[in-house]
């Protein structure tokens, strides 16, 4: 299959036109919808001739994928500059644990970045432990604790950019570039920035994860997760996850793919949007911190404008100095924003998180907020107009400050 950033065109083209050859979409526009347990051979010598060969794009079982699953992985190859090849999983965090299950082994230490999404964490915590594999949980924004905690056995690390909830960026070429000179493979959850934003492997990680429920779905109506890689981890990738035995949905495919088309037009909209917002906080007496990497403030935004040629809608702010009744009147108020989990859809939500449990080694947030400031939300901007939804987050600190 085409690899890699091969085309010479830039990002925005290549959403249009990737995965989209004559192999798989035959004479239509996108490629048909594939509903296939099933392939049928000519004869015993063409299903043993296949047999041997597992490659992309070979129909030869359902479980291996059929051809509107791979103009899926193609299309997330073309946009990651440095990938050989994309495994697509029935969910984010199945993409999360699938690589990790791949390239750890019993007995092997991986090193967590201490802002993980709080699945990854629990898998780390579970599964990984039950199978030999230790973990260490370490402060993103302190690369020298960062490498000091690397071990004979450390096999793994496992990034985040920005941090779950929180939202510091880290230096992803340092702590990658590090990983690397000490024998371990760099994996980083990419699913804020996407390699539109953020094209990790270029920077420097071997696997670059993406929950494509997100950004690339946005409609919130489809899960589904990705794993991109040079040559040498694609294939351990890919091996993980047939013996895994994941699959998704061809339906399911077909949805990512057409989300993909326009997530260029809604990264950027829904960004604009979140910064105005985001800004408007950040200007409000009730508002002690926005955590947003496109504001300054946040630790790593200078990292953000450095490394990153995009954001997106999602971001947080902590309130200041209420309790969760206030919070929750402010949230219970809101008309635009949804009340829920998951980002990237089309609609704005909001999710009120506690900062306080959810860190174990960093000392930010804990070192520069008073404790009273823990009552935080987070949202994710959607594409509602802009000035409706402040006037909505208006509304809910009204109803805040009335209590
Ligand atoms: C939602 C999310 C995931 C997991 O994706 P699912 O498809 O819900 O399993 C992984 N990482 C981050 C940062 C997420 O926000």
Same mark, same amino acid.
């Given at each position: ?54 490659e ?93 905690s ?11 950019v ?30 804020? &920035? =996407? $390699? %539109? ?5 270029? #920077?420097?990680? @071997?696997?670059?994860?993406?929950? /494509? ?34 699959v ?11 989300g ?11 960004? &604009? =949007? $979140? %910064? ?5 906080? #950040?200007?409000? @007496?009730?508002?002690?911190?926005? /955590? ?33 009744a206030?919070r ?43 404790v ?32």
């Amino acid at each position: 299959m085409a690899g890699g950033d091969d085309t010479g065109y830039q990002p925005a083209t290549r959403l249009v036109t990737s995965g989209r050859s004559g192999d798989f979409a035959g004479d239509v526009v996108n490629p048909p919808i594939w509903r296939a347990s099933t392939h049928l051979y000519d004869n015993c010598a063409e299903l043993r001739a296949r047999k041997l060969h597992n490659e992309d794009g070979q129909f030869f079982y359902g479980r291996r994928g059929a051809p509107t699953q791979w103009a899926l992985a193609e299309a997330l190859t073309a946009l990651e500059p440095g990938a050989a090849g994309t495994v697509l999983y029935p969910s984010g965090l199945a993409a999360l644990v699938g690589a990790l299950l791949a390239v750890l082994r019993s007995g092997d230490v991986l090193l967590l970045a201490d802002n993980a999404y709080d699945p990854t964490r629990n898998a780390a915590m579970g599964l990984l432990k039950t199978f030999g594999v230790a973990h260490r949980f370490f402060d993103p924004l302190d690369p020298n604790a960062y490498e000091e905690s690397f071990c004979e056995r450390t096999r793994a690390v496992m990034l985040e950019v920005p941090g779950s909830l929180t939202m510091e960026v880290c230096d992803i070429p340092a702590l990658a570039r590090i990983a690397r000179e000490k024998g371990a493979v760099s994996l980083v959850d990419n699913t804020w &920035a =996407t $390699a %539109l934003g953020f094209p990790a492997l270029k #920077h420097g990680c @071997d696997i670059a994860i993406t929950a /494509l429920t997100k950004h690339v779905g946005g409609h919130s109506d489809l899960m589904m997760g990705a794993a991109s890689a040079g040559e040498r981890w694609y294939r351990r990738l890919r091996l993980g996850a047939q013996q895994l035995g994941h699959v998704v949905s061809p339906d399911d495919a077909a949805l990512a793919l057409r989300g993909l088309r326009t997530m260029g037009v809604r990264l950027e909209k829904e960004s &604009a =949007t $979140a %910064l105005a917002v985001a800004e408007w906080l #950040h200007a409000r @007496d009730d508002v002690a911190h926005v /955590l947003s990497p496109m504001l300054p403030g946040t630790p790593g935004h200078e990292i953000w404008q450095r490394d990153f040629t995009g954001g997106c809608g999602l971001f947080s702010f902590v309130i200041k100095g209420r309790d969760d009744a206030a919070r929750c009147r402010l949230v219970d108020a809101l008309e635009l924003f949804g009340i829920g989990y998951s980002w990237g859809g089309f609609e704005s939500l909001a999710l009120p998180f506690d900062v306080e449990p959810i860190r174990s080694t960093m000392s930010w947030p804990k070192k520069d907020w008073g404790v009273e400031d823990r009552n935080a939300v987070r949202l994710s901007i959607g594409l509602e107009d802009k000035n409706d939804l402040i006037a909505d987050l208006a509304n809910g600190f009204a109803a805040m400050n009335e209590g």
